[in-house]
């Protein structure tokens, strides 16, 4: 959920590593909608919750041939099936998710998983946060690489103050703390803005410490906003 992105919109990189690269297809959107490429150890490409834009493959391509496309927010449908069906692979879908796939055309290849996301080391940890929300967090822990769809954000309509990481502001009074429990990240990637990459593990225990004491700014600075999103219900976060 988005305002409305022109066909004349950049692509713009970011979060690139020696592994992967990040990109937002519409850099001007309210919702800033990440895209990332990851190489898995299996030594193929995986793309999480992609947005489509000119370029993308050109970008992608670096890393080498796309493995598979991952969805792991209710809400991410994106452009995951699109890519997909252009590089011949899989959509691969948690067990639980249950939106997605309805958002794809009849044409596309699903594959459902539990914990392991093929071949490519990360594993996943799932989370219901209200009824009709199901998202799964992804970590690797070869290289500390985590990736979070919704529930941490780095996006103006997450962030207040001088945080560099928050919990989606609805989440605030509940932090998903059990999620990311053990979780020593060396990189922190995330659906909405750009990546973190200094001092992660310290951004993430921030966000998660102190997203109770900010609620209520966050609420008046960015819960209309995101209230506006929602209702919109024309674009996927």
């Known amino acids: ?7 004349d919109d950049d692509l713009r990189e970011i979060d690139r590593w020696t592994d992967g690269v990040g990109w937002l ?3 001007e959107e309210d919702a800033e909608r990440a895209s990332h490429a990851i190489r898995g150890d299996d030594g ?5 919750d992609p947005v489509d834009a000119p370029g993308v493959d050109d970008l992608v391509a670096e890393f080498g041939d796309v493995a598979g496309v991952a969805v792991l927010s209710n809400y991410h449908a994106r452009d995951a099936g699109r890519i ?15 939106r997605v796939a309805d958002r794809l055309a009849a044409d596309v290849r699903v594959e459902r998983f539990a914990a392991d996301l093929g071949d490519s080391g990360f594993r996943i940890r799932g989370r219901t946060p209200v009824p009709g929300w199901r998202e799964s967090v992804a970590y690797r822990p070869t290289d500390g690489t ?6 941490l954000g780095t996006a103006s ?20 703390r059990d999620l ?10 995330v ?9 992660a593990p310290a951004a993430l225990s921030r966000a998660l410490d102190r997203s109770r004491a900010g609620f209520p700014r966050a609420l008046r600075e960015n819960g209309p906003t995101q209230l506006r999103l929602l209702a919109e219900g024309t674009v996927e976060l």
């Open 84 to 98: 997909a069906a252009r590089h011949d692979v899989p959509v691969y879908l948690p067990e639980w998710t249950n």
């Open 44 to 48: 193929g490409v995986w793309l999480f």
């Open 191 to 199: 659906g909405h803005g750009t990546g973190v990459f200094a001092d």
């Open 157 to 176: 309509t997450y962030v207040v103050g001088d945080e560099r990481l928050a919990v989606y502001v609805f989440r605030r009074p509940v932090p998903p």
């Open 146 to 151: 985590l990736y979070v769809p919704d529930l």
């Open 25 to 27: 297809a519409h850099p």
């Open 1 to 7: 959920m988005s305002s409305p992105a022109s066909e």
């Open 180 to 189: 990311f429990a053990g979780l020593a990240p060396e990189r922190v990637l």
